[in-house]
Structure formats: C-alpha cells, structure tokens
C-alpha cells in the first residue's frame, strides 16, 4: 500500500486564493522533503523539514512538521500562475531512501 | 554544470526489445537513483546506487538492471521490454544518501 499518503488529488484555485496540500504517514519519519514538479518538467526540491513542529518559509509558502513527524503540510498563500504544477512529499521509508507521495496537481485560475 | 543529463529523451520500443537509458552527473554526487513515473502514481523508485560500486533495490525493480559504471554514470537496462513499462524514466543523484535529490529532464519510453 501506500506509505505517503498525500491530499487532496487534485486542487483548483483562483488566483489569489491559498492552497494547501497535507502529506501523511503511518509510521514516524526521520525527515520529510517537499518537490515540485511543473507540467512536463522534472521534480525540483524545495524543502527538507528534519525536526518535530518544524515550521519554514520561502516567500509565499510554508511548510510544516508534525510533533509526531508522522504529517506535513505545505501551504501557499495568494497563489499565483507561476505556482501551478504539482507538489509532493517524500520521506524515507524502511531501506527505501525515499517513497514519494502520488502529489497534489494544482491548476490556477487567473 | 549541466547537472543531470539523461539520454535518450524519447524512445520508442516494440514488447521483447531491450534499451539501456543513460544517466550521468557532474556534480560529484555520491548517490544516484532511477525512478518511473506513471499517472496518478507518483515517483516509484527502481534502484539506486548509495555510493560508487553499490547497487539496491528499490520498490518496483522487476523487469530492469542498473550498472554504477563510475560515479558520474548510472545506466538503466530493460532487458526485454513490456507495455508494462511505458513510463517516464527519471534519474536522480545527491550529495549525501537521502539528502535533497536532483533531477534529470526524464526520458519518455513508449513499448508498443
């Protein structure tokens, strides 16, 4: 089964509006990653989070880590056109070094 | 730095036919990785290579072998090729074992 689970699948915004995408996992992990990948391109990393309730920011967006480690959450204020794409997170997972999860497409509305 | 390069970008295969996808770094990374996307399914990874001279398995590797031919070079083999495998191929390398990965532009294999 899925060891990362991510939601929502999909996610539909105007521009303007704040999006948020939740990352999920049965078991605690040591760190989580978080990438984005535009449409016909390759993933490109955006962050690590390693500690509990870890919070980082990069402009527009925020990232979150669990106290249990076992969540995370990306959140992009007054999205923009240029944010489209799709986002996931991966963590570690027994001898795999990362398991990805099956990512949040979101399409922006101008 | 051209980063990670991948060759071919396209192919086309016919079911039984064997390919080997090429990978190489120049950012003097220790690791490299293959993963297949497919829709819906996110990144899956195939096998990956910790450090020069290692190779592991990763979640879907049936159906391909990998070669470390030396640090800056990982290639992927699919020995007999199968609609199954109609994916996007990425590689990916880092510095240190599950530090931040980077990507290659992917190679889009079609088998028929």
């Known amino acids: 089964g899925q060891q990362v689970m991510q939601i929502p699948q999909y996610q539909h915004v105007q521009e303007g509006e704040d999006f948020t995408t939740y990352c999920n996992s049965s078991t605690t992990l040591s760190n989580i990653q978080w990438y984005k990948q535009r449409p016909g391109g390759h993933p490109v990393f955006l962050i690590q989070?390693?500690?509990?309730?870890e919070v980082k920011k990069q402009k527009r967006l925020t990232f979150q880590f669990g106290e249990a480690k076992k969540n995370s959450s990306l959140h992009i204020t007054a999205t923009q056109t240029t944010d489209v794409g799709t986002y996931f997170c991966?963590?570690?997972?027994?001898?795999?070094?990362?398991?990805f999860g099956k990512g949040t497409r979101l399409s922006v509305i101008a | 730095n051209a980063g990670v390069t991948q060759t071919p970008k396209f192919q086309v295969l016919k079911t039984g036919q064997s390919m080997t996808l090429q990978c190489a770094q120049d950012m003097n990374h220790n690791s490299m990785y293959w993963y297949r996307q497919d829709p819906g399914m996110g990144l899956r990874l195939i096998y990956y290579s910790a450090s020069e001279g290692t190779t592991d398995k990763g979640e879907v590797p049936n159906g391909y072998n990998v070669s470390r031919l030396n640090k800056r070079e990982f290639s992927l083999r699919l020995e007999s090729a199968a609609p199954s495998q109609t994916s996007v191929y990425f590689c990916?390398?880092?510095?240190?074992?599950?530090?931040?990965?980077?990507f290659g532009p992917g190679t889009r294999l079609t088998v028929t």
């Open positions: 989070l390693v500690k509990s309730g």
């Open positions: 990916a390398s880092d510095s240190h074992f599950s530090y931040e990965q980077y």
């Open positions: 991966a963590g570690p997972w027994g001898n795999t070094p990362l398991v």
